[in-house]
Structure formats: C-alpha cells, structure tokens
C-alpha cells in the first residue's frame, strides 16, 4: 500500500503529489487543470471527464473545459479560439478583450484592417492576411481567390459556402453534391477524382451510383434513373434495371412498370405507391394501410386518422427522414398530429391549453374557473397552486404535497363542492366522513383535516382523530419513538440520511448536513436548498431531485409551471424570476428595466428598441433621429461596479467611448472618430454636410492624391502605410513600397524585427514581439510553446519541437471539447498524433489507417502485412477520407483495395477468400486453388485434409493442415497412424509434432498459435500478448508495451488481481473494473492506492488521509476498521485522532481546522495549537 507523505514545516504543509497531480493551495490537483498556478486559471472547478483524465468545469462568462477558462469576450467563434493573433486582457475587475499586436484589429481574430471583408472577417476565414503592402491583401489557399478570397477560381464550385474541386461535383446548380453524395474527393496525382463508397461505383455525369444499377457499362439500361439503390424506369420499361420491354396491357389493365388491373392503381401508381399487388389487390407496405373507400389506395399510417387520411389537411411527403405528415388547410392547425380549428389552438402545443374542450362553431369551453379564448387563464375566483387552476373557496388546506381540495373527498364546481356518496357536507365548499369526528361536532379533534385516507393531523398529534399528543411540545413522533422537533423534516428523522444526537442531525458519510438536515449532495438545487418544490428519489444506484407536479426543472431548480410564459420560456425570456406571494401564488418578479405580470412591458427608464427593454443611458442617439444599442456594435450588460447600474459592452472590432461603442472602422487619424466630421452608426461614419469619404476626411479640394494618405506632414503612397505610420515606424517609403530598417523584416503588417517574422510573412502568430537584453523574440502566451517563429497552442507542440509530429496531422479548435486539439491523419491517434490507432497498422515511422490494409499480417507463419495489395500506395486523409491509389501494374478491386491482375477475377481479388502478395493468390481455411476457387475437399470420419497432398490423412497425423505440423511423417493407417517426428521435436499427445517451446501448461499454445520454429515458440492471437512463454489477455493487462521485449514491462490486472481463462479480471477486495484500477463502492482513491471508505478521515477543510496518519487500516470481522498507534486517541468515527490535537472539552481543532500529521491545521483567519484563536472576532 502506498501513502502520500505530509511534512510540516512551521505552520505551512508541504504536499507530496501523486504522479500527475501537482500541490495547489495544500492539495493536490490534475495537472491538466493548473493553469497560471490556478485551478483553471482561477475561472472554473477541476471535474472528472472520463477514466483518469480531468477538465475544467468554467464559472458562467467564460469558455473552455479541457483548457483554460477564458472569458466570452476574448472568444473568437468564427476561427474556435481565444483571441487569435493577439492576448486576452483584463480592462477592470470583471471585463476582459482582446489585444492586437501594434497596428492590427481584432475580427475573427487579430489582422490588419486591409484584410478585412464586408462581413468582418479576415481574408473570408479561411485565407491569411498580406497586409497593405501587399496587394491583394489576403493570401488564398486552393481553390479561393479574390481580394479577401471570397471567390472560387475556374478549377472549383461553390458548394454550401465553400469551393471544392469542379472535378468531383455532380448535378445541377442547386442540387449539385460532392460525388453524388455517396463518395469523397481525393488528389490522385495532379488531378482529384471521386472515390466511391462501399456498394456504390463511378459514373460519368452522375458521380457514385448505386452498383446494383448498373451492367454492362450502362446505368439502368439507359432506360431510367437510378434513386435510393434501385432504378426507376422510364414508361414502357420494367424490370430491376429496366432491361425489359413492357408490351401492351389487355383491356381492364394499364402500365405502370408493367401490365397491372385498374383494382391496384390510385393516383396513377401502384398501390399508391405504397404497396404492392397481387391477384388484383393492393397489400401494403407495413408503414401504409388500405383505405376502404377507395380501391387501391394505400395511405401512410401517420397521416390516417380513425379511418380518415387527414381531416381537415392532406398528406404531405417531406423526406425520407421525416416521411409523411399532415399539412393543415387554411384555418386550421395541426395540434397532436390533428388538424384542429384555429380558434381553439393554445399556439402550436395543446387545445384549449390542454383543459377545455373544442366546439368548431364557439371556440373553446373552460371547466371552472378557467378563463379566455383558449381557457388559458385561471380566472378571479381561482388560484395556481402545484400547476393546477383550483377554485379558492374549494382549497381545504395548503399541504407539502399539494393543496387538498373539498377534503379530497369531493369535486369543486362553481356553486361548492360536490362531495362523494359516503362523505358528508360540513359547509358549501368542505367534505368530510364520519370517521373524521372525534365527538358530534369535532372534526378531527380540531388538530387536523378530514381527507378520503382519515385525518390528517397537524405536527406532534396522531390517532384516528388526532386525538392523542404521545411527546412533549418540544418533540415530535416518529416510527414509534419521540425526537426532537428540530431533527425531524417531513415526517423523517434528519430526512432518512442521519441520526439526531443531541437534537442535532448527524449525518451519514454519503449525505451533507443543509439548513439542519441530511441529504445527498447531488438533491441540491442551483440554491443549495433540498429539492425545493421537489422531491430527492433514487433509481437504486443515485440520488436526484424530482420537481412536484406543476413544476419543471429548469438551471437547476424546480420551477412553477406559473413562471413559464408560452415561448418565451420563465417570466418571459428571464426578464424576472420566481416567486411565492403571500397567498401561496407563484408568481414573477421583474428585473429593474422590465415590469407587468409576466415582466413583458418596459419599465418607465426603460426604452423599447428591437423588442428588447434597455436602460436609456445605452441607449445612443444620433443625429437624423434613428437610436441604436450601444451604437450598433455593442450589448448593455450590469455594471460590476456600480450594482443596479448598465454600461454598454463593446463587440470585439468596437472601443468604449463616451459611454457608446464605436466601431475601429470609424476611426481615424490619432483615432479621432470619423475624423470629426461625422458620426459612427453601426460600423460605418455618415458624415456632416460638406464633408465626405469612408472617415469623412475629404473636404473640398484639401485631400491627397488618388492612392496616397496624408501623414507626417506628406501624402503617402496607401502601400507603405501601415495603421497610421509608414512602414510600421522602422522603414522608408521608396517607390510605394516600404524599405526596412537593418535588422527588419517587411512583414503582412509593416517592417518588424526579422528574429519575429514567420515564413508565411506574419508576426509572431498566436504570440506577441518582444525586446529582452537588446534582441527581439517571440513570446507566446499561456498553453502556448515557440515552434520556429511562431506560437502553436503547446498540447499540439511535440516533445522535438513539431506540431503534431509534423506531417502525422495538423493543430485544430476542436468546438465540443473547446480545446484545440491534433486532427490526426487517418491511421494516427494521440494527444500529438504520436501513435497508431486501434485499428491501425504500424509500419516503420509510420501508421497505416484500416480502409488501406490488405492482410494484418499471420504471426503463427510469419507472414508480414499486405498495405493496399502490395501493389498501391496508401494516400492518407483526414476523417475517414484514406484510399489506396494503385501502381500502374496494378488493378482495383472493388472493396477499396489493390492486387496484382493474376489474382483478379470480376473485380475481386482471390475470390475473396484469401489474399494476394507477388502475383499469387494465398488462401484462407476451407480455399485453395490458385484464385482460391477451390474448396477443401470433405474426408471421411477421422480423417483432415491437407492442401499439399491434395488428400486426407489421418487427423492424428495433421497440425495446421500439414503432415505432422510440416516436421514429421505420419506412419501407419487408420486410427493405428502416428507421427515420426523430425530431431528436436516432441511428439505431443502421441499425434503431433511440436517444439518444445510451444508446450506451454502441458498444452500446446493456449490462445495462440504454434509457428512450428524450434527458436520461435507461441505467438498469440488478436487480443492476447505474450507473458513469460504463454499468452495472457490484453484485456487483463493495464500497460501493455507490445514493442518491448521484457515481461517486466507488463502488469497484469493492474497487480490487484488475477486474469482468468475467459480473459477477464478477478479483483482483489475493494478493486473493481476490467483491470482492476478503480475502486470499488467501499473503496476512496487516494493517489494510487485504493483504501477503505471506513479508513479514511475526511477532514472539513477537505484533507483526506488514511486513519489520519496515525494507525493502519486492517480487515478484521468482515468489515475494515483502524488499527492505532502511538500517541492517539480513537476518535467516535473509528479514526485515530493525535492526542495534540485535542481541546480541553475534546474537541479537534476547536471544530475549526483538521488534524493532520499529528498537528491542526486550522481555517484561514485562525491561529492557536489547537485552532483556538480565531482573529476574525479577536476571541478565543
């Protein structure tokens, strides 16, 4: 059993780790959630993820999970990341954005103004930025051109927004697809072709077809089109490729594909189309049924209602995801998959908001005291109790279950309660029984209500009648015994997960003691409260809140149905939240800018602007009268200064000023907006009269020539200026172009020092330029390593300095894990693509994805594997999008593969059962033959057959369809036949003849195969590996080095158990899982080890230690329990509690810190041996 050390030095602790966990705050944390010496950079919560790895659970305003929590405002959608190109800074204490390198803006991430395209984007998000010394501006990959690469050149089409090779398009504008929809597009050489999935072939003009519409080199015989894997033929053809002609129908008969009797033809299709016929009557599809007023006429089964294809609407077909549905007529709406008058439709939920019913003529009719068009009122005399409309006067009593109506004995109707037969009326709107009177005239002794189960009684009284009070006034009874009040909660003792001790609650070790009783942690609601409005269950194996009737869960807590406003979620769009009035009514409470019932009306400081309520100081109005948020390129948020108070949040291309936003393309010189001749609205000036231009710096006859900018006192050729300075501050205009200082390197953005530019002409990307002891370099930020001149997000970064091991995949955001990531090359896996996937093949240096593989290769003969028939090359792409791509000898076959032409017949390769290596076809079991189109042939009883013999023998004489294992000869016949083995072979069993090396336990390679070498032994099959001569279940093994040659290398079961025969793990006691490294239900982990839940002290400042340091943990009397030593005292809870710990009044750590180490270690702001000091109050 392994320990974590602690050693304490002076009043500080520090904590020994185990390995991937570093010391934060005196724990321990994952180190892949320590960011900036923080847990999650401060931002967020370390949770686990899955198995052994963690991530970061970010605090609301923020984004990541598998890496930094990083403020909204500093996230970049369009390219997945956190200000790309520039860094994330704090402005005030709770706003964040992002800032550029000098002389760049952020869009979609940090770029010069030049590359920036009318939708705010830099060179379209796909391209990268130039500069202005560059002209165009935008550098485009394949396929792109244009000045901000928004256009597709001639060789490519725009398809759903991006342009992708001409080549490998199919179908009209509109419907065109890539390959038909059933293939991908690869580069075969200098020219992209489509490869086909499986069951699909080219053809020309039509992409991937369906192969079984196709023969003969002709696409359903030319007479149809080929749709959903079958052909659809022209009229006058039939037949599974419309290969034959239909002649003439007799009278009575008509085609439709083929001669049918008019009994099966409605809408001019065969059963509709959704049947088929036989001897003259339609049997439809099992998704259809025959409607009988009308022969022939197949319906689908979701648009028949009682008989009727869609009243009031027609049956409409959308795809072959959504199939059919009805469609209403005018007036009419489809509710509950019915089509239903429009006057009674509650929207598009329910009719007559679920209560009332539909008469066509009058609208709805609403059961008292339901109100409105759609009875969705609960009307004056009613009150919303639990989601239900109860009339007032019919409410009993308010209980924690619900309200109780007429006694629950009776029906509340509008003139009073109509009471069951065996109840009585004790008054217009109460029911109650006999059995509820204590005397002639007491009901239920006046300590309780009458309901149809007897009286319910009020707290501290029981009996038929609530006649009898068995505990004091300060206590209550419970199953039998009295507690006191203050322990009891709904009728249980510490709500069933504790004891009162000294009434006060104690809770279990799996619950936590909220607001005075017990219950499980994860019963908690978003308030920390116990399932309000909601009751804590368990499906037998967790515990969770499940809201009351009339309320829903939503973020967290269960709330009152009351709340929810129709498509606009609680109190409208969260304009408010929650609450219970005085008369038990939930109702909303309205944020400052929003007021009415149901907080949809705009406060009186408040303005109205595109349907939304804003405090009026973010409010910017212009000078022609138009009035936008927050100038048109910002949202009104709260203050984090000033509570109850709005300030205006700017978008990230816009600055804060004057409490507006501006947009960055509004400003000009020395950043004076719109030069001061005009206004900023949205993201464009519209200029003073007399004045004009995008910055409004034109004025009359005082401008610079066409092309130039006036700086410095000079006009400026637009091609050396770089926001706002000539080449950057560190060059010189000659002849348009910009000259740079020694030591300078002219980037996309001006001249910059040569150590920062990249190869692609970009500064520091993803990193800042720096000046250090008189040399300029790259600084990248955090989670970011240097990769030559560049900043690359550090979990692509390799040990050697690569990115994702350089050609092996390429670094991309991934959005689901918000965390960049290596995209692999198919055949690659790994956090850096550093290894091979599961179902890869490794080969040398590299990985062979799957859909390349030939042969995995046979380790009993020996045989290496076969990568695209041997006769190709594996061209690897991403995302499945592999292929083999043939040698010019060499021939495809038609699953994906390669193969040499002697082994091809049909387009199949060794007829499919075998493989072909060398021109030669080798053959799998029961095959043989030189295409592998033999079969083995069937011997008599007691006899094999042997391929190279080309006969049987006797079985006791075959090993691996060979004669004596290929290492003896078989002597004798019959049953009396044996093997005479070859020198340095053991005849096994009498039968064959085996290395000495392959008998492993007295039999001959279990779970493997014997490669009949005297040097070479077993080798194991798939999913075992070889231990110590035999072959142990890689299923049993929990760090399996496949590439090493020593057994030491390989831990079995996790070294906490046993691997048995059928390759699964027996734990040892408290141990669980496929290997035997997860604890099980009585088990904590602490580090490595997994130790007994009754062993482990958990101290209230979250210290967790075995028996406190101070004692072993031993299993004795079937349970584990505390073996104590040295100065200790066994505390209540079975730990061993040094005696240095204890007060005066034997308490530890005066209930103030945990005794760790023999010694206290106390709360923040309390001092003392014993924590006896707390400074907060200057009191002992």
């Known amino acids: 059993m392994q320990c974590l050390t602690i050693i304490s030095i002076a009043l500080s602790i520090d904590v020994l780790c185990p390995p991937g966990h570093t010391p934060v705050l005196g724990g321990c944390l994952p180190g892949e959630c320590i960011f900036d010496g923080l847990e999650c950079g401060g931002r967020g919560s370390c949770v686990s993820w899955y198995k052994d790895t963690y991530r970061c659970e970010c605090d609301p305003g923020t984004v990541g999970g598998t890496i930094d929590c990083v403020p909204e405002s500093c996230w970049s959608v369009g390219r997945q990341s956190s200000c790309p190109g520039g860094i994330c800074t704090q402005t005030t204490a709770q706003s964040f954005e992002c800032i550029c390198p000098e002389g760049e803006i952020i869009t ?95 053809f020309p003009g039509k992409g991937c077809v369906a192969s079984q519409c196709l023969q003969d080199g002709l696409l359903c015989s030319s007479h149809g089109t080929c749709s959903n894997g079958r052909c659809d033929c022209v009229w006058g053809w039939s037949g599974s490729l419309c290969e034959i002609s239909t002649p003439e129908c007799e009278e009575g008969w008509v085609i439709e594909g083929g001669c049918y009797p008019t009994s099966c033809i409605y809408g001019g299709r065969v059963c509709n189309g959704l049947g088929v016929c036989i001897e003259g009557e339609c049997s439809c599809f099992s998704s259809a049924t025959l409607v009988s007023s009308s022969p022939g006429r197949c319906e689908p089964n979701r648009c028949l209602r009682d008989g009727k294809v869609c009243p009031n609407g027609s049956c409409t077909y959308f795809s072959t995801t959504i199939g059919y549905e009805c469609v209403c007529n005018p007036g009419f709406s ?21 209560v009332g019913t539909c008469d066509p003529e009058v609208g709805c009719l609403c059961p008292f005291p339901r109100t409105g068009l759609q009875c969705e009122f609960c009307g004056s005399e009613g009150v919303i109790l639990s989601g239900v409309c109860q009339a007032r006067a019919c409410i009993t009593a308010l209980l924690e279950t619900g309200p109780l109506i007429c006694g629950g004995l009776g029906e509340c109707q509008q003139d009073g309660c109509q009471c069951q037969s065996s109840a009585l009326v004790a008054a217009p709107y109460t029911c109650y029984t006999p059995d509820c009177l204590s005397d002639a005239r007491s009901i239920c002794s006046g300590h309780g209500v009458c309901t149809n189960a007897g009286c319910l009684c009020e707290k501290g009284y029981i009996g038929a009648t ?25 009728g249980t003792v510490c709500g069933g997960f504790g004891d009162c001790v000294n009434d006060v609650c104690v809770c279990a070790n799996d619950a936590l003691l909220i607001a005075g009783q017990c219950a499980p942690g994860s019963c908690l609601d978003s308030q920390n409260l116990i399932c309000q409005n909601g ?55 309205c944020y400052t800018q929003y007021t009415g019932t149901n907080c949809s009306v705009c406060a009186s400081d408040a303005v109205l602007l595109a349907d939304r309520c804003l405090p009026s100081k973010c409010v910017t109005k212009f000078f022609d009268g138009t009035e936008l948020e927050c100038g048109g390129v910002g949202h009104c948020v709260p203050s984090s200064l000033t509570p109850g108070d709005y300030v205006c949040a700017c978008d990230p291309m816009a600055i804060h000023l004057n409490n507006t936003c501006i947009h960055s393309s509004c400003l000009g010189l020395n950043s004076l907006v719109c030069n001061g001749n005009g206004e900023c609205k949205g993201t464009e000036c519209e200029c003073y009269e007399g004045y004009a231009g995008r910055l409004c710096d034109y004025h009359g006859e005082e401008s610079c020539p066409e092309g130039t900018i006036f700086i410095d006192q000079d006009c400026v050729p637009i091609t050396c200026v770089y926001d706002g300075t000539v080449c950057a501050g560190h060059g010189m205009c000659v002849e348009a172009s910009c000259l740079c200082d020694p030591g300078f390197t002219l980037s996309n953005s001006g001249c910059h020092p040569s150590n920062c530019v990249s190869m692609d002409g970009r500064v520091c990307p993803n990193g800042s330029c720096v000046k250090k002891y008189e040399k300029y370099y790259c ?39 918000q965390d960049f990531r290596c995209h692999c090359l198919d055949g690659y896996a790994g956090r850096t693509c550093a290894i091979c996937a599961p179902t890869a093949l490794p080969n040398g240096t590299e990985c062979i994805p799957e859909v390349c593989i030939s042969f995995h290769g046979d380790a009993v003969t020996g045989l290496s594997p076969i990568i695209c028939g041997g006769v190709g090359t594996c061209q690897q792409g991403f995302d499945g999008q592999s292929a083999c791509i043939c040698d010019p000898q060499a021939v495809p076959t038609r699953n994906r593969q390669c193969a040499d032409p002697e082994c091809v017949e049909d387009g199949i390769a060794c007829n499919n059962h075998g493989y072909c290596s060398n021109h030669v076809c080798y053959c799998d079991s029961g095959h043989y033959g030189t295409l592998c189109d033999r079969e083995v042939i069937r011997c008599p009883l007691g006899f094999q057959f042997v391929e190279l013999l080309s006969g049987c023998l006797p079985m006791q004489c075959v090993l691996d369809r060979t004669e004596c294992g290929g290492h003896g000869k078989c002597v004798g016949e019959s049953v009396h036949a044996f093997c005479l083995c070859d020198s340095g072979y053991l005849l096994h069993h009498a039968q064959k003849c085996i290395p000495p090396s392959c008998i492993v336990h007295g039999e001959v390679c279990p779970n493997g195969r014997c490669t009949g070498s005297l040097s070479d032994g077993c080798v194991c099959q798939r999913g075992y590996a070889k231990v110590k001569g035999g072959c142990i279940a890689t299923s049993c093994i929990s760090n399996v080095n ?115 180490a023999g010694h206290c270690v106390c709360r923040p702001n309390v001092l003392g041996s014993v924590c006896e000091f707390d400074m907060r109050f200057g009191t002992k």
């Open 108 to 202: 979609d991430r940090c770029s010069s103004l030049e590359c920036v395209d009318m939708h705010g984007r830099s060179c379209n998000g796909v391209g990268s930025c130039l500069g202005v010394g560059h002209e165009p501006p935008c550098h485009c990959p394949r396929f792109y051109t244009g000045r901000h690469c928004e256009e597709c050149d001639s060789a490519a089409v725009k398809l759903h927004g991006e342009c992708v090779p001409r080549a490998c398009v199919v179908g009209d504008i509109g419907e065109a697809d890539i390959c038909g929809g059933h293939g991908f597009c690869i580069l075969a050489g200098e020219s992209y072709q489509c490869i086909c999935d499986r069951e699909y072939t080219f």
């Open 334 to 354: 489809l509710i509950e998959e019915t089509c239903v008058p429009e006057i009674c439709a509650s929207g598009t939920a329910s009719i007559c908001s679920g």
């Open 466 to 490: 609530c006649e009898t009070r068995p505990c004091p006034s300060n206590q209550l009874y419970v199953s039998g015994l009295c507690y006191s009040e203050a322990c009891v909660f709904h």
């Open 535 to 589: 009751q804590c269950i368990s499906d037998g194996s967790s515990w969770s809140c499940r809201c009351n009737p009339g309320f829903r869960m939503h973020l967290g807590a269960c709330i009152s149905e009351e709340c929810f406003i129709q498509g606009h979620g609680v109190c409208y769009d969260e304009h408010g939240y929650c609450t219970q009035s005085a008369l038990m009514e939930w109702e909303c409470a």
């Open 779 to 817: 600084e990248c930020p955090p989670d970011y390593s240097p990769v030559g001149r560049a900043c690359y997000p550090s979990v692509c970064v390799t040990h050697d300095g690569t990115v994702c091991h350089g050609h092996r995949g390429r670094c991309e955001y991934v959005p689901h894990l």
């Open 1042 to 1156: 496949l590439d090493s040659d020593s057994d030491s290398t390989i831990t079995i079961c996790g070294g906490h158990g046993t691997c048995q025969d059928d390759g699964t793990c027996l734990c040892d006691a408290l141990h669980v899982g496929p290997t035997c490294l997860e604890c099980g239900n009585h088990g904590i982990l602490l580090g490595d080890e997994c130790v007994a839940q009754d062993c482990v002290d958990m101290g209230i400042l979250g210290h967790r230690s075995v028996c406190t340091g101070y004692g072993s943990c031993l299993f004795q009397n079937a349970s584990y329990a505390c073996d104590c030593f040295g100065p200790t005292i066994q505390s209540a809870l079975g730990h061993c509690i040094a005696s240095a710990c204890f007060t005066e009044n034997n308490t530890v750590c005066s209930g103030n810190g945990d005794c760790v």
